[in-house]
């Protein structure tokens, strides 16, 4: 499956953004799709993940009651709806589908990143 991220961009404190993330191919609903970060200087961390039907989701915990996770098969779409934003959530964001639901496990595949600048 190939994974494209969207939806980055400059944003004030307090603001929201939504990223997007589609994918490929028929058996994209067979997948749990999870959300990563790098901010500058730092290694990569989990953000959030969700199950293959949409009914499970997972977050970290400085993202926790912030950040909403969805997914729409039909579309081939996971969602990362971002509110209250902080500065120190800029970092570039990438989507990753995996086989075997793990939220912070390994992830088979993914997509190119998307800046997310929060800064006034």
């Known amino acids: 499956v190939q994974l494209q991220a969207s939806g980055g961009g400059l944003v004030q404190p307090g603001g929201s953004l939504r990223l997007s993330c589609v994918g490929s191919?028929?058996?994209?609903?067979?997948?749990?799709v999870g959300w990563f970060r790098r901010a500058p200087g730092k290694a990569r961390e989990f953000v959030s993940a969700?199950?293959?039907?949409?009914?499970?989701?997972f977050y970290a915990d400085d993202v926790r009651g912030r950040f909403t996770i969805s997914r729409d098969n039909a579309k081939n779409m996971v969602y990362l709806q971002m509110r209250s934003l902080k500065p120190e959530d800029t970092a570039v964001y990438y989507c990753?589908?995996?086989?075997?639901?793990?939220?912070?496990?390994?992830?088979?595949?993914w997509g190119q990143g998307t800046q997310v600048t929060v800064s006034s």
């Open positions: 191919g028929r058996t994209f609903s067979t997948f749990a």
């Open positions: 990753a589908a995996q086989r075997y639901l793990d939220p912070v496990g390994s992830y088979e595949y």
């Open positions: 969700i199950d293959r039907s949409g009914g499970r989701s």
